[in-house]
């Protein structure tokens, strides 16, 4: 499916700039290597943001479950009225699936 207005445009033109941010990123890893100071705080930093994340979630889990306390206490409990769970009400369960049922209509 060409279109007769179609045009293309080379994407060379990106090139140097993509070999520019590869080099960028090597040079920023190994500035820090070289230099342990800022990879120790970077590291610190990285392990700070990582115990706030971990404490923001069990902070909305437990809101969660307190939360849920009322929620529960409103919505009450769901039983029949009059139903009778003996175990003398049990009746033997016949040998039969559904498929049996489907097969006779």
Do not use: C, W
Not at 37 to 64: G, N, R
């Amino acid at each position: 499916m060409n279109a007769a207005n179609l045009k293309r445009r080379s994407t060379a033109k990106g090139i140097p700039f993509l070999l520019l941010g590869i080099a960028a990123i090597i040079a920023i890893a190994v500035f820090i290597i070289l230099n342990p100071v800022i990879l120790e705080s970077l590291l610190y930093l990285a392990i700070v943001i990582v115990l706030i994340i971990v404490a923001i979630a069990v902070v909305v889990l437990a809101l969660i479950m307190i939360l849920a306390i009322p929620f529960y206490l409103f919505k009450g409990e769901q039983y029949q009225d009059g139903a009778s769970y003996d175990i003398k009400d049990v009746k033997a369960v016949r040998e039969t699936s559904s498929e049996d049922k489907e097969d006779k209509e």
